[in-house]
């Protein structure tokens, strides 16, 4: 992720660069036209991002893992929840590491929102911001719901606060 870091705080925080967020949140965009909502799934089992997720899933029906993402769910035929997926979408690769191995046994693509301390190998689609904090998991998943139901002709009525929750 050093590649995103624009600079470094006095006291050791790494600053993400904004135009390289912005780039990649439109490649992510432009990427996520190439698949159909029922081939989509989204695991955030960060507790910052659950309400985020939630909102991800009313808007776009993207099916949604918060909390609990079983295992195999998608490599495991005999599983009676199994189910196929041609994209994964992860909140943070180190706490969905599950659902990220998970995809890449079946060699398929993962968007990942990845902050400047995450590993990214695996992860094929970027869109680095800081995936600890509530209000960047849903601003980033807003503008990727509003985008991809743009790009769908789907309805969207949903406000950045259904995703943030009230901002400050």
């Known amino acids: ?3 995103f870091v624009y600079k470094r705080r006095a006291d050791g925080l790494a600053v993400i660069n904004t135009l390289l ?3 990649k949140l439109r490649e992510a965009i432009d990427y996520l036209k190439n698949f159909e909502t029922d081939k989509i799934y989204l695991v955030c089992k960060r507790e910052a991002g659950w309400d985020a997720a ?6 776009t029906g993207i099916r949604t893992f918060t909390k609990k993402y079983s295992p195999g769910i998608t490599t495991n035929l005999s599983l009676s929840d199994f189910f196929e997926a041609e994209l994964t979408i992860i909140g943070d690769p180190w706490m969905d590491k599950n659902a990220l191995n998970d995809t890449i046994k079946l060699k398929k693509p993962i968007l990942g929102l990845c902050d400047t301390n995450n590993y990214t190998f695996g992860v094929t689609k970027i869109i680095p911001c800081n995936n600890k904090s509530s209000k960047s998991i849903g601003c980033m ?4 719901a509003r985008e991809f139901c743009k790009i769908k ?7 950045l606060e259904d995703f943030t929750g009230k901002l400050e």
């Open 1 to 3: 992720m050093r590649k």
């Open 141 to 144: 998943l807003y503008i990727l």
């Open 54 to 59: 939630k909102s991800f899933e009313k808007a």
């Open 153 to 159: 002709g789907k309805p969207f009525s949903m406000k």
């Open 21 to 23: 967020i912005d780039q």
